[in-house]
C-alpha cells in the first residue's frame, strides 16, 4: 500500500507497498555490532519482504498506468481499513513509553483517505464497501498489536507511514497523471502530509526514534518479525487485489 526505497530506509509499499529461515535472520540480527542502529537492522532484515511486496503484479500494474480508476479506489477502500485499526491507537497507546512518541497527529491518514474516498466515489462511498480477506486479516494483526504488543505496534506503524512519505509519492504521482487527479488535490490527499514540510527530516527525526526504542536485543528481533510480517501482509492484500483486477491481455 505506500513504500519508499531500500536506500532511503523507508518502505515503499508500504503503503500497501520466501525468506531465509528466520534463525537465520534472528541470528544475523542479534550478532550484528552494537554500535548498529536499530533503524539500520530492521530496514536491511526486512529488505527481502519489502521487495517482494513492491514487485506485486498489482502494484507494477497500477504504477505503470495499466490499471483503471476502479482499481486505485478499491485500492484506498482497502488503506482505509486499515488506517482505521492503525489509528485507533492514538488515544489508546499516546501515553504508552514505546509508542507514545510516534504517535504524531501531523502523520494522521483518516480524514484524508476519507476526502479522497468521497471524491473517487460520491457522498454515499461508505455503502457497501467491503475489506478484501487479506485486508481484514491486515486489520485484525494490527488491533492486536493495538491490544496485546505495543512494541509490535511499532512495526506496523514504521512500515505504513514511512512509506507513505516515500514511495506513496510516486503513488501520488501516477494517479494524478493517469487519472487526471490536481496535483495534490482530491483523490490523492491521501499522499499529502501538509504538517510535514520537510519529509526528509521527518524521517530522520522517525529513524532517531527507532534507534532510541528502550528494548532489549531480543525484543527487537520480535519488531523486525513483526515488520517483516507487516511487508507479507501488504503482499497478500496486493495479490487479492491483482486478482479483482487482473491486467487485460
Sequence with gaps: MGGGSA??????????????SALGHRRSTLDAPATTPFSTLIRTASHEQHTEAENSSF?????GGRLGVAAYRRYTEQLWFVYQA???????????????PFI???LTRSAELER????????????????LPATAAYAARIEECVRDWPAGYVAHHYTRYLGDLSGGQ???GTAEKTWGFARKGDG?????????PNPAAFKREYRELLDALPLDDLEKQRVIDECKRAFALNTAVFRELGEEFPLSA
Design 86 to 100: 492503525l489509528e485507533s491507537a492514538s488515544g489508546v497507546l499516546a501515553d504508552d513509553p514505546v509508542v507514545g
Design 188 to 196: 490523492v490527499r491521501f499522499y499529502v502530509f501538509e504538517g510535514i
Design 116 to 131: 479522497d474516498l468521497a471524491h473517487l466515489g460520491g457522498p454515499g462511498w461508505r455503502t457497501g464497501i467491503t475489506p
Design 170 to 172: 510516486i503513488i501520488r
Design 104 to 106: 504524531r497527529p501531523e
Design 7 to 20: 536506500r532511503s530506509g523507508a518502505p515503499v509499499t508500504a503503503c500497501f507497498l520466501p525468506a531465509s
Design 59 to 63: 502494484m507494477s500494474d497500477m504504477l
